[in-house]
Nanobody, 124 residues
């Protein structure tokens, strides 16, 4: 079974930066896309960014364009989310998700594999 382990969350002041990591283990042969989602209490999980493992296609939610960068290291089965110019509105639990290509990348149901999440808190 594929396992995803996130790390890198924490508390940061507005305007600061954090780098989230997601490392996949197990039978990753069916994974061709990894994404980051975020969720706040009482709200649905929302798409943040996605990257294809082959081809490197990048996708971003409009609210993070120019501030967040998703990247990957295939040799390490790792995907990263560099978050700059953080705002209090970015406070959320951030989840790594992985799955095959060919599905709509911004939908949670497109990803069969999920991590446990890492908390990001941005203070004003």
């Amino acid at each position: 079974q594929v396992q995803l382990a996130e790390s890198g969350g924490g508390l940061v002041q507005a305007g600061g930066s954090l780098r989230l990591s997601c490392v996949a283990s197990g039978p990753t042969f069916d994974i061709n896309r990894t994404a980051w989602f975020r969720q706040t209490p009482g709200k649905e999980r929302e798409f943040v960014a996605a990257i294809a493992w082959r081809g490197g296609t990048l996708l971003y939610a409009d609210f993070v364009k120019g501030r967040f960068t998703i990247s990957r290291d295939n040799a390490k089965n790792a995907v990263y989310l560099q978050m700059n110019t953080l705002k209090p509105g970015d406070t959320a639990d951030y989840f790594c998700a992985a799955g095959p290509a060919g599905r709509l990348p911004f939908l949670t149901r497109s990803y069969p594999h999920w991590g446990q999440g890492t908390q990001v808190t941005v203070s004003s």
